[in-house]
């Protein structure tokens, strides 16, 4: 079973989340921003096409852990950049099995990651 494992040092932004109330245009840059990241990861492991996934959202926060749907909504770029890179189809619910979020509190600012991991179904 094959997985994908993308890593940032970053929570996802934001101006992404469920809960922002920034200028469309602010959120449109941050949109490109953050798929370019995911994509450029992808890149880098030049992953197979898998046909059914789940995804996996680790945060490793310090302080407040955002909601799990906000985290959800601002993971979104990074979900589709699976599809515009081509490892799945589409990212509806017929290709995306399922979607999980598990937290990991951390003690220091610098320890905070963000990391998707996509396993075949």
Known sequence: MT???LEWDYM??????GNSRVHWSVRHR?????????YFRLMEQDPNPM???RVKYIAHYCGTPIDADNLVKGMKPALDALTEYGLIEDDNPEFVKGIEVEYHRV??????KMIMEVGEA
């Open 3 to 5: 997985t994908v494992c």
């Open 12 to 17: 996802p932004p934001k101006e992404l989340r």
């Open 30 to 38: 941050k949109t490109k921003q953050f798929k370019e990241s995911a």
């Open 51 to 53: 046909n059914k996934v």
């Open 107 to 112: 003690k220091h600012k610098n320890e905070i």
